[in-house]
């Protein structure tokens, strides 16, 4: 790992110690408290509580960082003028996490200067954990001592790609719900893996692209620097690099180009001929190629 961040990679396993004990806690309790925020989404006791454990250890640990949380917005460190941003979606998976299912997981991310150079992504329900820093390569482990590094797979087409998503609602919001389907078509194998898990998925090879059509940006700042360092490719659908869009296409960088051009085909103030919705069927090779890079685990 990149020296500059083992610090903070550290300290964010630390911080997710705390958040999983607490989330854990009450994960499946009868007397979960659950509000719906004015967009509708849900809010439990245990997003507070991971939030507001998770700024408490960044009050006194990184003083001077600002820390922004889904929750309770933006607050400035001590001097309020750092240029280190930490990033938190308490739980991400919220409606998951109120029905007992277990693809729910706390996101911390570190920003410096514009851009997020560590990630940690850890889903105790699931038993699993990633992490990343910027040049140190993305692991997967049940901690810092003990990982795995993972890479993105080398699938090269859509006819061999599996495609993970959240939902397809959301699609028609911002327009686009032919372009999703048609990218459906196109794809081998889709799942609705959902949330943080289709972009883990993705960074380990298992997954070969995921997409979603309306993201804050704690909801993938943490995704964006563990996939990127995995070998892979974030945008948001105009094709801008990073978490800061307002919706992501991941991929494993081969099939970048191939998706954008369902999922941002054209401007949207350029009217053109509807035809590239029904293209041929494409033969499908007998042999599909689903190898990974090797990698030395540490």
């Keep these: 790992m990149s ?4 610090d903070d990679v550290r300290l964010a396993h630390v911080l997710a ?4 004990n607490l989330s854990m806690d009450r994960f499946g309790a009868i007397d979960l408290q659950v509000s719906t925020k004015p967009d509708m989404t849900y809010v439990t006791e245990s997003d507070e509580a991971v939030e507001e454990a998770i700024r408490r250890t960044l009050r006194s640990a990184r003083t001077r960082d600002v820390v922004l949380g889904e929750e309770h917005g933006e607050v400035a460190g001590s001097t309020g003028s750092s240029e280190r941003r930490w990033i938190v979606d308490p739980i991400d998976g919220t409606s998951n996490f ?4 277990p693809v729910w997981a706390t996101l911390i991310a570190l920003e410096e200067a514009g851009e997020i150079v560590m990630g940690l992504v850890s889903a105790p329900a699931l038993g699993r954990r990633w992490w990343a820093s ?3 390569g993305a692991f997967t482990g049940k901690s810092y001592m003990h990982a795995r590094e993972i890479a993105v797979s080398q699938v090269s087409d859509l006819e061999s790609a599996s495609f993970s998503y959240s939902s397809p609602g959301g699609w028609d919001v911002i327009g686009k719900t032919e372009a999703f389907a048609a990218l459906v078509r196109r794809c ?11 972009y883990m998925l993705l960074a380990e090879g298992a997954v070969d692209l995921a997409a979603e059509p309306e993201l804050k940006v704690w909801d993938m700042a943490a995704l964006d620097i563990i996939v990127r360092e995995a070998g892979g ?3 948001g659908l105009d094709g801008a690099d990073g978490p800061w869009g307002g919706n992501a296409l991941a991929t ?9 051009a369902y999922l941002n085909h054209f401007p949207d103030d350029v009217v053109v001929d509807p035809s590239w919705q029904d293209e041929p069927e494409v033969p499908r090779s007998n042999v599909l190629d689903f190898s990974r890079p090797s ?4």
């Design 3 to 6: 020296h500059s961040w083992n």
């Design 17 to 20: 110690d705390s958040a999983d």
């Design 98 to 101: 109120v029905r007992g299912v």
């Design 134 to 136: 910027k040049g140190g």
């Design 188 to 198: 081998w194998r889709t799942r609705a893996y959902g949330d943080f898990w289709s």
């Design 233 to 235: 490719r974030f945008t």
């Design 252 to 260: 494993n960088g081969r099939l970048h180009d191939a998706a954008m």
């Design 295 to 298: 990698t030395d685990y540490p």
